[in-house]
């Protein structure tokens, strides 16, 4: 079993940025690869980001590409999601999650093991 705690959201204006961080614990970290996934109210859950398990892998949402940047540090246990350029569309409760796959780069939310509660993030226009 793993455990995820998302932190880092809060209220911040367009063009400003974030920095959100997943902690894990329970069973070892480092064989997961790692997804952000974000759901906005009323909306369906998004895929954002995936990280493979070494981190030399990364993959992200057309949305996000270019502005966002996730990276992980299997030492601390810890995913980050770097997100520059905010725009309003971008408010949602964000979500880290584990998969046992380790390299495969998934972007379907059903293919994930572990989920954490999420963080918010708010961007005011």
């Known amino acids: 079993q793993v455990q995820l705690v998302e932190s880092g959201g809060g209220l911040v204006q367009a063009g400003g940025s974030l920095r959100l961080s997943c902690v894990a614990s329970g069973r070892t970290f480092s064989p997961y690869a790692m997804g952000w996934f974000r759901q906005a109210p009323g909306k369906e859950r998004e895929f954002v980001a995936a990280?493979?398990?070494?981190?030399?892998?990364?993959y992200y949402a057309d949305s996000v590409k270019g502005r966002f940047t996730i990276s992980r540090d299997n030492a601390k246990n810890t995913v980050y999601l770097q997100m520059n350029s905010l725009k309003p569309e971008d408010t949602a409760v964000y979500y880290c999650?584990?998969?046992?796959?380790?390299?495969?780069?998934?972007?379907?939310?059903?293919?994930?093991?572990?989920w954490g509660q999420g963080t918010q993030v708010t961007v005011s226009s």
């Open positions: 999650a584990a998969d046992r796959s380790r390299n495969f780069l998934n972007s379907d939310s059903r293919g994930y093991d572990y």
């Open positions: 990280i493979n398990w070494t981190g030399s892998s990364t």
